[in-house]
């Protein structure tokens, strides 16, 4: 569905248009075309107004549904709330016929009808089944790196079923996805699948919704996360503007938090001042900050590395506990120096001798289900080692014997003459020390070796 028209709800245009302004341009970058119809009322939210008349609920859902069906349209909206809305009822009129005939009576004063055969759809599930991860990944610029990023998708994005049944609605995985497309390390968490307590204030229960921002802020803190990515303006709010009121009170939390469109937006190359970015109630300065830092660090890398093999094989670890040096000597971990490298410490990994423990035998290699191992990846940082003189002096002295002799030491002539073995041939040190000191001219230049008579 590339043509759909959208629903944005109450809360979005109010009071977050900075959202509205970031979908759109996701929208916009996607290819999709939107139409936006007169007409639409709040979808309506299910707290406030279905626990007052659920046939209100009922008639109200239909009629924003029935205008988008006289378009001809299917529907994308951005709010969980809505999309829940518009589902249940759905899913409602489509089991009970006698409900939906009601309802239509009651539209034909309008000239509308609703026969239930538009798709609903989120702004979420939208971008991972019909745009896809393959696409929206090809679409980044400015991609998350070394970015730790949590999800919380919020109750009404996957429930309740059957009405919603577009991921796993206890163990979802499309929108990490997404944002695993952007380049970004998705975080898990314990609290991931808790509500976000939104609803408690619509109730009355102020301290009741700030303890479950409370409880979950905390742990994406104690995780380390960067940011926390949402897909509904209701857990925005409960997460930027309640934590925004728990900093008021002093208390120590600070998870910058996004939209879905906002960080797909950012890595599609959109400034920040372009979404308005500086709406958000808690700073989001210290993500973009790193954010930037981190480029540099991935830039800086790709000067001696291939990072994404490098990310593959941080992601992966199946190796880990493989390494013939692990077994005898366990602070040599070599998932931990490729774990430093990816986090921005290359320097850091080069000064520490703990590399040169690698043995170069290559059992981390041929165990590699991807064939990529971590051989190669140490025997470039010892080749760092080296030229920035970080490496072990006994190295530094046996190249100097190479060049020198062109071997690593000299023969016990004694113990040859005694085995009845006579003197070994010239050595070729001093051809290999000019080898190496002159250009590629000054080589081809040299007498070649002559060959050997075999008679």
Same mark, same amino acid.
């Given at each position: 569905?590339?043509?759909?028209?959208?629903?944005?709800?109450?809360?979005?245009?109010?009071?977050?248009?900075?959202?509205?302004?970031?979908?759109?341009?996701?929208?916009?970058?996607?290819?999709?075309?939107?139409?936006?119809?007169?007409?639409?009322?709040?979808?309506?939210?299910?707290?406030?107004?279905?626990?007052?008349?659920?046939?209100?609920?009922?008639?109200?859902?239909?009629?924003?549904?029935?205008?988008?069906?006289?378009?001809?349209?299917?529907?994308?909206?951005?709010?969980?709330?809505?999309?829940?809305?518009?589902?249940?009822?759905?899913?409602?009129?489509?089991?009970?016929?006698?409900?939906?005939?009601?309802?239509?009576?009651?539209?034909?004063?309008?000239?509308?009808?609703?026969?239930?055969?538009?798709?609903?759809?989120?702004?979420?599930?939208?971008?991972?089944?019909?745009?896809?991860?393959?696409?929206?990944?090809?679409?980044?610029?400015?991609?998350?790196?070394?970015?730790?990023?949590?999800?919380?998708?919020?109750?009404?994005?996957?429930?309740?079923?059957?009405?919603?049944?577009?991921?796993?609605?206890?163990?979802?995985?499309?929108?990490?996805?997404?944002?695993?497309?952007?380049?970004?390390?998705?975080?898990?968490?314990?609290?991931?699948?808790?509500?976000?307590?939104?609803?408690?204030?619509?109730?009355?229960?102020?301290?009741?919704?700030?303890?479950?921002?409370?409880?979950?802020?905390?742990?994406?803190?104690?995780?380390?996360?960067?940011?926390?990515?949402?897909?509904?303006?209701?857990?925005?709010?409960?997460?930027?503007?309640?934590?925004?009121?728990?900093?008021?009170?002093?208390?120590?939390?600070?998870?910058?938090?996004?939209?879905?469109?906002?960080?797909?937006?950012?890595?599609?190359?959109?400034?920040?001042?372009?979404?308005?970015?500086?709406?958000?109630?808690?700073?989001?300065?210290?993500?973009?900050?790193?954010?930037?830092?981190?480029?540099?660090?991935?830039?800086?890398?790709?000067?001696?590395?291939?990072?994404?093999?490098?990310?593959?094989?941080?992601?992966?670890?199946?190796?880990?506990?493989?390494?013939?040096?692990?077994?005898?000597?366990?602070?040599?971990?070599?998932?931990?120096?490729?774990?430093?490298?990816?986090?921005?410490?290359?320097?850091?990994?080069?000064?520490?001798?703990?590399?040169?423990?690698?043995?170069?035998?290559?059992?981390?290699?041929?165990?590699?289900?991807?064939?990529?191992?971590?051989?190669?990846?140490?025997?470039?940082?010892?080749?760092?080692?080296?030229?920035? @003189?970080?490496? &072990? #002096?006994?190295?530094?002295? /046996?190249? *100097?014997?190479? %060049?020198? !002799? +062109?071997?690593?030491?000299?023969?016990?002539?004694?113990?040859?003459?005694?085995?009845?073995? @006579?003197?070994? &041939? #010239?050595?070729?040190?001093? /051809?290999? *020390?000019?080898? %190496?000191? !002159? +250009?590629?001219?000054?080589?081809?230049?040299?007498?070649?070796?002559?060959?050997?008579?075999?008679?």
């Amino acid at each position: 569905m590339r043509e759909f028209a959208v629903f944005w709800g109450c809360t979005i245009p109010a009071r977050f248009p900075f959202l509205e302004k970031a979908t759109r341009l996701v929208f916009q970058d996607l290819g999709a075309t939107v139409h936006e119809l007169s007409g639409h009322t709040c979808c309506p939210e299910g707290t406030l107004v279905k626990a007052n008349n659920e046939d209100a609920f009922h008639i109200a859902a239909a009629r924003n549904l029935a205008i988008v069906e006289l378009a001809g349209l299917g529907v994308v909206t951005p709010c969980n709330g809505c999309y829940s809305t518009f589902r249940e009822a759905s899913s409602h009129l489509r089991s009970d016929w006698r409900a939906r005939e009601t309802i239509n009576e009651r539209l034909t004063s309008e000239g509308l009808r609703y026969d239930g055969a538009l798709d609903v759809v989120h702004f979420a599930e939208w971008l991972a089944d019909t745009v896809g991860v393959g696409l929206l990944g090809a679409k980044v610029t400015k991609p998350l790196w070394g970015m730790k990023v949590a999800v919380h998708y919020g109750c009404h994005l996957l429930r309740p079923q059957p009405a919603v049944r577009w991921d796993d609605p206890l163990q979802p995985t499309k929108v990490e996805e997404l944002v695993a497309a952007l380049g970004a390390k998705v975080v898990d968490y314990t609290t991931k699948m808790q509500c976000c307590g939104g609803a408690l204030d619509r109730v009355g229960e102020r301290e009741g919704s700030l303890a479950f921002a409370r409880r979950k802020l905390h742990d994406l803190q104690n995780e380390g996360v960067d940011a926390l990515v949402v897909v509904c303006p209701s857990c925005f709010q409960q997460f930027d503007l309640n934590q925004a009121a728990l900093q008021r009170a002093n208390e120590d939390v600070h998870v910058p938090v996004f939209y879905l469109s906002e960080l797909i937006a950012l890595s599609m190359g959109h400034a920040p001042e372009e979404m308005g970015l500086d709406m958000h109630r808690v700073p989001v300065d210290s993500f973009l900050e790193k954010w930037e830092a981190r480029a540099e660090d991935r830039k800086h890398l790709a000067e001696h590395f291939n990072v994404q093999l490098l990310v593959k094989c941080e992601s992966c670890q199946a190796c880990k506990d493989d390494c013939p040096v692990c077994k005898v000597d366990p602070a040599f971990q070599p998932t931990e120096i490729i774990e430093a490298l990816l986090a921005g410490r290359l320097d850091e990994v080069v000064a520490d001798g703990q590399l040169w423990k690698c043995l170069e035998c290559y059992t981390c290699q041929e165990m590699c289900h991807s064939r990529i191992g971590m051989a190669d990846v140490f025997r470039q940082l010892k080749e760092l080692a080296m030229a920035s @003189g970080a490496g &072990p #002096e006994s190295v530094s002295a /046996a190249y *100097a014997e190479f %060049l020198k !002799t +062109g071997a690593l030491g000299k023969p016990r002539e004694s113990a040859r003459k005694k085995l009845g073995l @006579g003197p070994l &041939p #010239e050595g070729g040190g001093n /051809a290999v *020390a000019r080898l %190496l000191s !002159t +250009g590629p001219c000054e080589a081809d230049a040299m007498p070649a070796p002559q060959p050997v008579d075999k008679e």
